[in-house]
Structure formats: structure tokens, C-alpha cells
């Protein structure tokens, strides 16, 4: 049974220990690598504005008025199924919590801990988060560069989306960190050419690159897969371009974590 947000709080009132606060639960895209919607299932439920008001409210209160928030894709907020677009409940959402917290309050919204799908990044989108949030970036899902991988560990949007995302973004002063993974099942030598030549192309506009090494996780269709394996020549390209700005995360940490995971559970 599908768990009603609005029926629980994102954290205890009487305990002033405030965190984000989430807004969405449950993903419609089923991407193979990840746990989201095996853990909360593909039914898009969302917190209520009125809700989601009273806790900012509560916070406020206490002089907490640095906003963020949990959900798997920020621009999801108030579809029906998580994938049209429904700007209006997004913005309904955001002048209530700025109304809120005054002009001096700072709303962050599809930065971390959440992000966007790089086909929900319109002009309309990102003009609702330069009206009304504080952020300096947006982070987006892509995963990879080659529209062969992004089929197969079923993505549900294309390579141009990305670029087209980014491109956006950029154009609006904010930040683009784009993740991708490397590693993943299937992946091949060209594969992982084209996702260097995409953060390559994306570095050019000034977007960067979260880098990502594959672990297989539990209840997911990827859970017996192999750990992610990067071979000598891309790891070198990653620290080179690392390097240079163009790519930061804890990939190298990853391999190591990965096959440590997988080292026990295959125990």
C-alpha cells in the first residue's frame, strides 16, 4: 500500500533537528541501476502544498529558513504520473514557501539532495527556480552518453535531451552538474568514448560532470550484475579531466566500495 505523505512529517516538530523536506515519493521510469522505485514503488505520491507549508513554517520559526528538499526529480512535483509536467503545482509550491520565509529565506530546489530529468528542463521550469529559488546549479540525471546505454538500463530519454537540458541551464546563469555513471553492465569501449565525449561537449558551456562508478544495489534489476569495472585509460581520462574542473565525485572511492559490497554479499 502506497504510503500517504501528507498522513506523516518529514521530521519530528518537537525535536528541532530540521532536514529537507520531501516533497515526492515513488518514480515511474524504473531505471534498472537504481533502488528509488523498488523501495517506494512507481506511483508518484506528492506532499500537499498546505503540508509542505506547515513544516517550512516550523522551521521558520526556529530561524531555520534554508529550504531543500528530497524527491527524485523536483520537476515531477504535482504530476499525476511523474512524467507531464505540471509547472503550476511547482509554482504553487514555491511562491507558498517563499511567501513563508520572507525574501531573505533561501530555497533550493533540484539541487542536492534531489535533481531533474534533463527532458523536464524547459524554459518555463527553469524560469519558476530563477523567480523564486536561490540556487546556483541544477543537477541532472544522465548517466550516459551513449543512447545504446541509456536503452538499455531504460533511462526514458535521449542523449539530445541532455545537451538541450544543459544548454538551458547554462543560458539561465546556474550551474549544470550532470551525472553519469561509468561501469555499467553492458557498457562498451565506445560506449564509455561516447559519455567522455559528452562531458567534453558539455564542458565547452561550462557544465560539469559528477562522475559515478556503477554498484549493483539490492531489489534492483541490476543487483547480480558484476561491480562496475573502469578500465586503466578512462580512469586516467577521469583524473585528467578532473583535473582540469570538468569533473568532480568519488568514483575512485566507488571502486573500491563496490567490490567490497559485492565481496560480502557474494560471501
Not at 185 to 192: H, L, N, S, Y
Not at 194 to 219: K, W
Request: charged share 25%.
Amino acid at each position: 500500500e502506497p504510503v500517504d505523505l501528507n498522513r506523516y512529517p518529514p521530521f519530528p516538530l518537537d525535536i528541532p533537528r530540521f532536514g529537507p523536506i520531501e516533497i515526492t515519493r515513488g518514480c515511474p521510469y524504473v531505471c534498472y541501476y537504481c533502488q528509488t522505485p523498488q523501495l517506494a514503488g512507481a506511483l508518484v505520491r506528492h506532499r500537499r502544498v498546505e503540508a509542505v507549508s506547515e513544516y517550512v513554517d516550523a522551521m521558520a520559526r526556529t530561524g531555520r529558513t534554508d529550504i531543500r528538499f528530497i524527491t527524485p526529480n523536483a520537476l515531477s512535483y504535482g504530476s499525476e504520473d511523474g512524467k507531464r509536467l505540471n509547472p503550476s503545482a511547482i509554482e504553487r509550491l514555491l511562491l507558498s514557501i517563499r511567501s513563508t520565509i520572507g525574501r531573505d529565506g533561501r530555497i533550493f530546489f533540484g539541487s542536492f539532495p534531489s535533481e531533474v530529468r534533463p527532458e523536464h528542463v524547459t524554459e518555463e521550469t527553469i524560469g519558476l527556480i530563477t523567480e523564486y529559488c536561490n540556487n546556483d546549479n541544477l543537477v541532472i540525471g544522465a548517466q550516459s552518453g551513449s543512447q545504446r546505454m541509456l536503452d538499455s538500463i531504460h533511462r526514458g530519454h535521449t542523449v539530445d535531451d541532455v545537451y538541450r537540458a544543459a544548454h538551458l541551464i547554462q543560458s539561465a546563469g546556474l550551474q549544470a552538474n550532470v551525472d553519469f555513471i561509468f561501469g555499467l553492465p553492458g557498457e562498451r569501449e565506445e560506449d564509455v568514448s561516447m559519455s567522455i565525449r559528452t562531458i567534453e561537449d558539455l564542458s565547452r558551456i561550462g557544465a560539469r560532470a559528477h562522475a559515478h562508478t556503477f554498484m549493483p544495489l539490492p531489489q534492483t534489476p541490476f543487483w547480480e550484475c558484476p561491480t562496475g569495472h573502469i578500465d586503466a585509460k578512462t580512469q586516467e581520462t577521469l583524473r585528467s579531466l578532473t583535473g582540469r574542473g570538468v569533473v568532480y565525485g568519488d568514483w575512485e572511492k566507488q571502486i573500491t566500495l563496490a567490490k567490497r559490497i559485492e565481496n560480502y554479499v557474494r560471501a
